[in-house]
Structure formats: C-alpha cells, structure tokens
C-alpha cells in the first residue's frame, strides 16, 4: 500500500487532504490520491505505522470471523432446535404407545384373572362332581348285612 504525498495547489488547502480539483488527467486509477492517515499522522508511513495498520486490520477480521462463526452458531443453535422438536415429537409419540400398551396390558391381565377364576371354578365343579360320582359308587357297593 502506497500512499501518495499531494502538495497543496493552494496555501490554505492542506497537504493531508488530495487535490480533488486538479487535473483531470491525474485522477486516474494508476494515479490516485490516497486519503491521509487517522488522526492528523504524517503522510509518509513507518514500518511502525504500517504493522500497527496491519495489527488493527487483523483484529478486524479477527473480529469479523467472530461475528462469522456467531452465525453460523446460531444456525447450528437453530438446527439443534428443530432437531429437539422432532425427537419431543418422537418421544410424545412413545408415550401414547405406551399408554395404549398400559391400557391393552391392563385389560390382558383382567381377562387372564377371570379366566383363572373360571378355571378354578371348573376345577371345583370337577373335583366336587368326581366326589359325588364316589360317594354314590360307595352307597350302590353292596354292604354286608349284619347277621342278628
């Protein structure tokens, strides 16, 4: 970066600021006048001046490539978003099969214990029918008379 050093055409024109009013000729993009540094410095640049433009010109992109990655965080914030709305979705969806299966399970287990009792209830019929059928086959066994 090269900056240009523009002698005033005039003695109340300073020497910081470019000829905007000359010629013609010398306005072209291989000639043109730089504006003078910040805060009133020499025109002329020092190596120092020059790091220290550099310094500030990387704190900037520095700075610039923060701003970058905010926004790019706060898409990745935005697709977590979304992706958190589907899995709650996932989720509330589980949880309605799940009652579903509660309710069904339920119900299984009433009819599994009615059908238990049923079960037991047959089973004591049985018993008590195959008790009876004994005790008539007893009572129809012939019995020895007593003799008197």
């Known amino acids: 970066m090269k900056a240009y050093h523009i002698r005033p055409s005039s003695p109340n024109q300073s020497s910081y600021f470019p000829n905007f009013l000359g010629p013609l000729s010398l306005r072209g993009p291989w000639n043109r006048p730089s504006f003078p540094p910040p805060y ?23 700075q610039e490539i923060a701003k970058f990655k905010d926004c790019n965080s706060l ?16 989720l509330v969806n589980i949880r309605k ?16 214990l009615k ?8 089973a004591l019929e049985k018993e008590q ?11 129809l066994t012939a019995k020895p008379a007593k003799r008197t």
């Open 40 to 62: 009133g410095a020499p025109a002329q640049s020092t190596p120092k001046t020059f790091l220290k433009r550099i310094v500030i010109l990387l704190e900037t992109v520095e």
């Open 115 to 122: 059908l238990q009792q049923q079960k037991q209830r047959d």
């Open 75 to 90: 898409l990745d914030i935005n697709s977590l978003f979304t992706e958190a709305k589907i899995y709650h979705n996932k």
């Open 129 to 139: 029918q195959h008790e009876k059928e004994l005790e008539r086959e007893r009572q």
């Open 97 to 112: 099969e799940m009652l579903v299966l509660h309710e069904r399970t339920t119900k299984l287990k009433k009819r599994a």
